[in-house]
């Protein structure tokens, strides 16, 4: 990971990633405990997720309104493709960033999220599988691809 922004990937790596499940909710946090999202998984009969989101594309901030379409459009592609997602939100520890909207996709291969999230023109995802911590994944986009 040459190249990359460390102050950013500090900021992936310290976000909080939360499944919201009507008045549940599951938090993924890179490399930390895994319970609170295997408990999702076992409720949902799934083996992993996956975090996504449309908001900042290339990590830079955009307007309500083009975050707003953005995460639309992701919508659409997980309704089109009959994906079994639940809303999700990017929780950043700094105050230097939005909370951001996103999904949780449960079954969903990391190959398959990291195309869909590099065409959102995301940089990473966030992959946890039953029994395993979150792990941060990036796309080529991150990597001058």
Do not use: C
């Amino acid at each position: 990971m040459s190249g990359f922004d460390p102050k950013l990937l500090s900021a992936y790596q310290q976000t909080s990633y939360v499944a919201l499940d009507g008045k549940r909710s599951a938090t993924a946090r890179i490399m930390a405990d895994p319970q609170e999202v295997d408990r999702l998984l076992e409720n949902r009969g799934a083996a992993e997720v996956v975090f996504v989101s449309a908001w900042n594309p290339k990590s830079k901030q955009a307007t309500q309104a083009a975050n707003d379409a953005a995460h639309a459009r992701l919508i659409d592609i997980l309704e089109d493709e009959d994906l079994d997602y639940l809303p999700a939100e990017m929780r950043p520890a700094s105050k230097e960033w939005p909370v951001e909207k996103g999904v949780a996709i449960f079954d969903l291969p990391p190959f398959d999220a990291l195309q869909l999230a590099e065409m959102l023109g995301q940089y990473a995802i966030v992959w946890q599988g039953q029994g395993q911590p979150a792990q941060l994944l990036f796309t080529r986009l991150a990597v001058g691809g």
